[in-house]
């Protein structure tokens, strides 16, 4: 390839990666959190890589020294803001290097070699680029000094009069600079990433090698069941050593010679050997952990993992072929051949591991669009009415045309529209010239008026045709992003099995401990959850399930005195909810003991003894949620292990679930928990109270009740201030715990403290708190119901912003914010602590006095609307008299600007219409028109006007009037606002 | 007393000026990141003092606002005075807002009028100064200096906004632990 092709081919492969840099950069800027930064800079490293490798390819060796520079301070700078801020820096040098040199070779069309002071720059920029990669910093050293063995960077080009010509036949070794960490290191180094991948296989083939233990309690001595075993660990050896965790590696090593030596023992293997398994796949969780952990490898796991081994042989045959214990270190070096895995790849090995993280980045985006689809949304319906619009203003256009033709003179040429009345020559003739004229320019302009209507026509019925093609597009592309969004929920749901595995193998270790027999029932293990919910469920359902085995399951002694089976029954149920999953984990043992309970609160502090003792015994249960409560001493020891019942209940709040426990004495326990299916969608219901919206998630409804007069009974009681009377016993109920038709009921504004606007609420929200039933009352429910809430909004604002009762906020379609309300201490604030007197709420903000402009010329709305908004009004528009009079009873405005001539109801038929109104609304009217006379005027006067405006009118006139009208209003116009 | 993260005359010889419980104020427009000529609906946020009005949307943020005239007075507690104020009667609904600092520490403070931008020269500043009649209520933690434009009449109080921001968001922290304890 000629030096002109390779100039060519290395401009045309760089140009679009060296633009790419620039956006990298961006990113590497506007980095807010520590993940972005460390993405953004792999981002940086990724592309400066790809155009290292173009440039070596080509010969242009400054570029792609400069850009593996770059690449591996972009991997190894500190991740500090400093570094963050000066890799900044230098990696927008290294682009405009990159943007020089590229030009200097596209117009030379030949890989020229670096000027001098390219090379300074080069020299300067990799200096740089290693001492944020974490090398000493470079030394300026005279160019004599240098030996001439090791040539520099610059050796060849420095010296000046050096022809270029010769540069360019021997291209500068640049290898000599700390670029590159030496080769025999860099084998050493295992890649963070490398590291990481595995870490997760791992922990997989683990999770598998416990599913196939569970199997073999069934099926003891299975022999498929011990290859596939075996095969699994074997893998899991040649993994570990190949990144060289050792200790994971021998454990895996004994492992698998235990299962060989069950394999061949057989049936005389028996139990024991399934307990072998399950115990070497522990040390294998061990190892594994401590690797995740970065800890000091623990050295008596691969000494009990041989011991286990050992007495595998000796009680279950002949002597396996003599293991060499640096076996497991030589393959760490790789040198080891690990047996292909023969299992041909299924569609299930076709997975990729992706960084949750970026799952959720790629969701965080997915709803941004989702709430753009809602503004989109309610700016194509805003198309739509323009449109209509524009259809009416047509219509006068024709009628204006029509009627301008009906009243055209006789035409006096061909030119003239068909039908209209040919004069006479002879009368032609006798006009005097300027009429002819007249009559002429008539003509002419009512030929390029009908043009224009028929211009505009043809037009709008373009417009028509591309809105309805556009509105096509937009329905498929809103049906596409939902699915979009649906995959990407689900690209994070995991089946419970995963936790369900881990829970079978503690219920199993616990029960043998203690020497108890227990069945452990699982149901809905298939039932699928977010990963990060699953991940956060795991400790405190294991709490809960050692709780049931520790606690609650009796001895065998104990359950045959009370007639019970020796077997304890412990089970785990779950199942969708709605959006949510329910589980429960419920044992059949001694149940709660109240009085203990009781009594053990107070001696933790929580509550006095006299209050303990009027407690129900739902609200006792309840304590036992509270840090520092257990009825249990030394069994305390086994439970122990984990986290109380308080943190459980803390964690589960984190998961925006809730936890509720129902016990009978002798029956057992059983505690429900429901969390989100995933958190990042929340669907929920738009309410209104005290004149704001909230969004309560649609979860906690369930259902909303329209309340009729004397629904809502005051009781006098301030801690349970109303009740709700359901009209009748309700179906919805009837096949549930609850057949209440009377429920307390507390008004939203009041939870919230704020005044209640609207006196009675107009709708009772019906939600489950603690296995009660409330009625949340609100203003109303808006129509748009069904909002997506904004992922995880709540960890997104600033933290003096956050509230315990707002648990995130979302946003209308038009811009709206609407806090999304934590039902569950909305209503433990309810049930627990009085309310505040409404004299000592606070009142809501006043609103911006309300305008509405009356006009049927959209130009006119528009310009008005923005002027007056801008100048601090709350401005509302319609189009014509009875527009406008839906306007007034839907939200009286306090001002009216009015139009005279409208279709349907002009302005004077509308001012008629106000006054002759037996309610009056207290709005003010001020005329804005084209009409001047006097007549008008004072016609607008008799009917109540109160100003009278000639279009234009200054926007300052205007602003003047409305405030002196303000001023002078009536007090119904503000009370009404 | 002087607050040198806000001295304005070294840097920024810019001013924005405003009307604040009938002072006229002035602010290095540095420190001011947006003036809006209308506030956004606000939505009220629970467990917030009364100077505290809520949240609106700003753009793609959420950004709280408040009541300047109270904070700047100090009888909304924030600074050394404790007190209360009608929050409410005062507020017309047609208020300006200057919004000011940048990311989680954001803030729209309400302000009656928004006025003109002011270059002035070193000798037009008059840092020193903290007591005159034209600091009106502003309570002495927020006064910086008076600005004495030679073609204007009116004096302006320069206020400390980035301690009237500081006060106020750890106001607002701590109001979530009050209102729960």
């Known amino acids: ?977 | 007393m002087m607050h040198s993260s806000t001295m304005p005359s070294e840097y920024s010889p810019e001013f924005l000026t405003f009307s604040c419980d009938g002072v006229a104020c002035a602010a290095p427009l540095a420190a001011i990141r947006e003036a809006l000529s209308s506030v956004p609906v606000i939505a009220s946020l629970p467990d917030s003092p009364a100077w505290f009005l809520g949240v609106f949307q700003l753009r793609t943020e959420i950004v709280g606002a408040a009541d300047m005239r109270p904070l700047l007075t100090a009888y909304a507690g924030v600074g050394n005075a404790s007190s209360t104020y009608d929050t409410y009667s005062a507020l017309t609904g047609r208020e300006r807002a200057i919004v000011v600092g940048t990311g989680v520490r954001s803030l729209a403070l309400l302000v009656e009028s928004i006025g003109d931008i002011l270059t002035l020269r070193p000798h037009e500043i008059l840092s020193d100064l903290v007591e005159h009649p034209a600091f009106g209520a502003i309570a002495p933690r927020f006064r910086l200096g008076l600005l004495a434009p030679e073609v204007h009449q009116t004096r302006f109080a320069l206020v400390a906004l980035d301690t009237l921001l500081t006060d106020t968001i750890n106001a607002l922290t701590n109001s979530e632990v009050a209102s729960d304890g």
């Open chain 1, 1 to 977: 390839m000629g030096d002109a092709e390779t100039a060519a081919r290395f401009t045309r492969q760089s140009q679009a990666l060296i633009h790419l840099l620039w956006s990298a950069l961006g990113a590497i800027r506007s980095a807010d959190t520590e993940y972005r930064a460390q993405r953004s800079r792999s981002d940086f490293a990724r592309l400066a890589s790809e155009i290292a490798v173009i440039a070596r390819s080509c010969g242009v060796e400054d570029c792609a020294s400069v850009t593996e520079a770059t690449q591996r301070a972009m991997t190894e700078a500190p991740a500090t803001p400093e570094a963050q801020d000066a890799l900044a820096t230098v990696a927008e040098q290294v682009i405009l290097y990159l943007l020089d040199r590229k030009g200097v070779i596209e117009e030379s069309q030949a890989i020229t070699a670096p000027s001098n002071d390219e090379q300074a720059a080069l020299k300067q920029l990799i200096g740089r680029l290693g001492e944020l990669a974490g090398d000493p910093p470079l030394v300026e050293e005279p160019v004599a000094d240098r030996p001439t063995e090791e040539p520099a960077i610059d050796a060849p080009l420095a010296s000046p009069g050096v022809p270029e010509a010769v540069s360019k036949t021997e291209p500068p070794t640049l290898v000599r600079l700390p670029v590159a960490a030496p080769i025999t290191e860099e084998l050493d180094r295992i890649p963070a990433s490398l590291r990481t991948t595995f870490l997760g296989e791992a922990q997989d083939l683990i999770t598998e090698l416990q599913r196939i233990a569970l199997e073999l309690e069934r099926v003891p001595s299975d022999e498929n069941l011990l290859t596939a075993a075996k095969r699994i660990a074997h893998r899991l050896r040649g993994s570990a050593g190949t990144v060289q965790m050792r200790p994971l590696a021998q454990v895996a090593f004994e492992f698998e010679e235990l299962l060989e030596a069950l394999r061949i023992a057989g049936a005389s293997a028996g139990a024991w050997g399934v307990v072998a398994t399950l115990q070497c796949i522990g040390l294998l969780q061990k190892a594994l952990d401590q690797e995740a952990d970065a800890q000091a490898p623990d050295p008596t796991l691969v000494d009990t993992a041989a011991r286990l081994r050992a007495s595998a042989m000796v009680a279950g045959g002949p002597t396996p072929p003599t293991p060499v214990r640096d076996d497991a270190s030589d393959q760490s070096n790789g040198r080891e051949t690990v047996e292909p895995d023969h299992q041909s790849p299924t569609d299930a090995d076709l997975t990729l591991r992706v960084d949750v993280r970026r799952l959720d980045e790629l969701m965080a985006r997915v709803n941004t669009l989702t709430i753009n689809r809602t503004t989109m949304a309610g700016a194509r319906d805003e198309v739509s009415r323009l449109q209509e619009e524009m259809g009416q203003a047509l219509s006068k256009l024709n009628a204006l045309a029509e009627r301008l033709q009906d009243l055209q003179p006789p035409r006096i040429s061909g030119a003239t529209p068909p039908g209209a009345p040919a004069l006479p020559l002879t009368a032609l003739a006798e006009m005097s010239l300027p009429s002819r004229e007249r009559a002429q320019q008539f003509d002419d302009s009512m030929r390029v008026m009908r043009e224009a209507v028929d211009d505009v026509t043809t037009l709008d019925s373009s417009l028509r045709s591309v809105m309805s093609q556009l509105q096509r597009i937009v329905e498929a592309q809103e049906a596409l992003m939902s699915e979009v969004q649906h995959d990407v929920i689900e690209m994070r749901l995991v089946p419970l099995d995963d936790i369900v595995l881990t829970l079978r193998l503690a219920a199993r270790l616990l029960a043998t401990d203690l020497g108890k027999t227990i069945a452990f029932n699982i149901r809905g293990e298939t039932t699928q959850i977010d990963r990060e919910i699953s991940d956060l469920l795991k400790e405190p359902l294991l709490q809960l399930l050692r709780n049931a085995i520790t606690h609650g399951i009796e001895s065998a002694k104990e359950r045959r005195a009370a007639g019970k089976p020796e077997e304890g029954r412990v089970w785990l149920d779950a199942h969708y909810v709605g959006n949510e999953v329910s589980i429960e984990i419920g044992d059949d043992g001694r149940g709660v003991n109240l009085a203990r309970l009781r009594e053990a609160a107070v001696k933790a502090g929580h509550l006095r003894r006299d209050a303990a003792a009027h407690l129900s015994s739902e609200q006792t249960l309840d304590l036992m949620f509270l840090p520092g409560v257990s009825t249990y001493g030394q069994a305390d020891m086994v439970g122990g292990r984990g986290i109380g019942l308080d943190e459980v209940r803390d964690a589960l709040r984190r998961l925006k679930g809730t936890i509720a426990v129902t016990s009978a004495p002798g029956e057992g326990c059983v505690f429900r928990i429901c969390v989100p299916i995933s958190l990042s969608i929340t669907h929920i219901l738009h309410v209104s109270s005290s004149g704001q919206g909230y969004a309560i998630p649609f979860s906690f409804v369930q259902r909303t009740v329209s309340l009729a007069e004397g629904q809502v009974k005051p009781t006098g009681v301030p801690s349970r201030p109303y009740i709700v009377e359901l009209s009748a016993p309700d179906e919805d109920f009837s096949n549930s715990a609850y057949h209440a038709t009377e429920l307390p009921a507390y008004p939203l504004a009041s939870l919230l403290g704020r005044a209640s606007e609207s006196d009675p609420p107009q709708v009772a929200l019906i939600v489950e708190h603690r296995s009660q039933l409330f009625a949340l009352l609100v203003d109303g429910v808006h129509e748009d119901r069904e909002l997506v809430a904004r992922e995880l909004v709540a960890r997104a604002l600033a933290p003096h912003l956050r509230r315990k009762v707002v648990s995130g906020v979302t946003t209308t379609a038009d811009g709206q914010v609407l806090l999304i309300l934590d039902v569950p201490t909305l209503l433990s604030r309810a049930t627990r602590m009085p309310l505040s007197t409404p004299t000592a709420q606070r009142p809501p903000p006043p609103r911006k006095p309300r305008i509405l402009i009356v006009d049927d010329s959209a130009s006119i709305r528009r310009v008005l609307q923005q002027d007056l908004a801008r100048a601090g009004f709350d401005v509302s528009v319609a189009r014509d008299g009875i527009d406008a009079l839906q306007a007034m009873v839907k939200e009286p405005p306090q001002v009216v600007i009015l139009d005279i001539e409208m279709p349907r109801l002009d302005g004077f038929e509308f001012l008629s219409a106000l006054r002759d109104s037996s309610e009056g609304t207290g709005a003010r009217v001020i005329m804005l028109t084209s009409r001047a006379s006097e007549k008008h005027q004072e016609y607008a006067r008799q009917l109540g006007a109160a100003a009278y405006f000639v279009k234009p009118c200054p926007i300052a006139t205007l602003t003047a009037k409305i405030d002196e009208l303000l001023e002078s209003a009536p007090e119904k116009a503000d009370t009404r606002s």
